[in-house]
């Protein structure tokens, strides 16, 4: 479910379009998000961090680290509620995406990795045809 922490959609400038920070949030930042982390970093054109909305995460989520990313996904739907919740002035005009994955998986789980490409992939896919674009646009 891709959804905005507002209605009107943040402009950027089309030359930023090469390289996407990807922020992949979970409960403890122990399973889930680093295991995207790891997965979608080996990805061209992609930095990719996570962070946990527990106090007692490796890796806290903070406003700054919610400001660094270009785009969101949360593992789930009480996710996207406390980042509405503890972070709307950063999440203000920032890309979410949920991607309804519960805690049940370990670090690297196969059948995790198999999820998450299968559901991040074509928000990826999305950035770079929106790449494309702007370059066709920038070379007209």
């Given amino acids: 479910v891709r959804k905005r922490g507002r209605d009107k959609v943040g402009t950027k400038n089309m030359n930023d379009l090469r390289q996407k920070n990807i922020l992949f949030i979970c409960t403890a930042n122990c399973m889930r998000s680093p295991t995207a982390e790891k997965i979608f970093s080996e990805y061209p054109g992609i930095i990719a961090t996570s962070a946990g909305i527990n106090e007692y995460s490796p890796v806290k989520l903070t406003h700054d680290i919610i400001r660094w990313a270009d785009l969101i996904f949360v593992m789930e739907q009480r996710h996207y509620e406390h ?19 519960v805690d049940q998986y370990q670090f690297m789980d196969p059948e995790l990795i198999e999820i998450l490409k299968n559901r991040v992939t074509p928000y990826l896919d999305d950035l ?8 066709s646009q920038e070379s007209e």
């Fill in 128 to 135: 770079e045809n929106e790449e494309f674009r702007a370059s």
């Fill in 83 to 101: 980042l509405m919740r503890k972070h709307l002035g950063a999440i203000y005009d920032k890309e979410m995406v949920i991607l309804g994955i």
